[in-house]
């Protein structure tokens, strides 16, 4: 509980990881994550521990108790179908970050709609994507592309398999901006290897997000299907772009993208990994969610 009060003392209106148990630095909590919403606390469990009712409870009279708090949530990731369970208050339908707004969905889903951890990656996108066209691959509900239209890009085109997510993307321009520059974006509800001859019709892309999943049968399997991935991305990148390539995946570590690179896009160069946002501290740094930065040159 001290722990929680000393985050919540520093937390704004910025969705933020407040504990990140799943870091592995502190054994006992690994099962534990703590994520703000404003003015949500999300609690996500990983495991049943017999302990689990006991600190919740704590964890309640704190939170109702305190000033920022106007809603707690409890998220059994172990139990089929992730239930969420509100306890008290009014689930927030956006997150916000950096000025900008975000659909969520903390009742319904498994994945709530937005990623606090890819913040960097956000960042590094606004800070490029002036005068850019951008391709964001597995763009999912198209957060990424909302911080790529606040840093002026010229295009957007995300690609999902999801037309329901592109549907929530699209919304989420709505939030942030008027209708002319919304205009600048598309949203592509297409197989990827299904669909490269379209989005090289669209090429070329100066920047390039690639955040697949890590291992989704029918949609993306990392150990397969990047590698096919990166043997064609050549064909619809521009001369010196940039690509930002993520993996959520705990099993394997830095190198497995690293050594990819080099030996099915060996022209892009390695320009070095984004930080880690604040809150995600990790045992094992090459562990952590991936967000490795390559410059194409030749």
């Not at 929680?4 to 799943?22: K, Q, S, W, Y």
């Not at 469990?45 to 106007?70: C, F, G, P, V």
């Not at 990656?121 to 597995?138: I, S, Y």
């Not at 299907?225 to 940039?242: G, H, N, Q, S």
């Amino acid at each position: 509980m001290e722990r929680l009060e000393t985050a919540m003392a520093d937390v704004g209106p910025d969705a933020c990881r407040i504990f990140h148990g799943r870091g592995g630095v502190d054994e006992a909590w690994k099962h534990v994550v703590i994520d703000w919403y404003r003015p949500a606390l999300l609690v996500t469990l990983y495991a049943d521990r017999e302990n689990s009712a006991d600190w919740l409870t704590q964890l309640q009279t704190m939170a109702e108790q305190h000033e920022k708090i106007e809603c707690l949530l409890v998220q059994r990731r172990y139990q089929a179908g992730a239930p969420v369970e509100r306890i008290f208050g009014e689930a927030p339908e956006q997150a916000t970050e950096s000025g900008l707004s975000y659909q969520l969905s903390l009742e319904k889903n498994q994945n709530h709609g937005f990623f606090p951890d890819m913040k960097p990656g956000r960042d590094w996108l606004r800070e490029r994507a002036a005068g850019k066209r951008v391709l964001n691959l597995f763009a999912y509900t198209c957060a990424l592309s909302v911080a790529a239209v606040q840093g002026g890009a010229q295009q957007v085109v995300n690609l999902d398999q999801s037309s329901r997510s592109l549907a929530v993307g699209r919304e989420n321009h709505r939030l942030n901006f008027p209708p002319e520059r919304c205009r600048s974006v598309r949203y592509l509800a297409h197989d990827l290897f299904k669909s490269w001859g379209r989005l090289k019709r669209l090429a070329p892309f100066d920047l390039v997000v690639l955040d697949p999943p890590s291992h989704q049968p029918g949609s993306f399997v990392a150990v397969k299907d990047y590698p096919r991935l990166l043997r064609r991305l050549p064909e619809v990148l521009a001369e010196k772009a940039e690509v930002l390539a993520c993996l959520n995946a705990p099993e394997l570590d830095d190198t497995f993208l690293t050594e990819l690179f080099a030996e099915h896009l060996p022209q892009a160069k390695f320009s070095g990994i984004l930080p880690q946002p604040t809150g995600y501290e990790e045992a094992e740094a090459g562990r952590r969610l991936k967000r490795l930065v390559y410059r194409l040159e030749g």
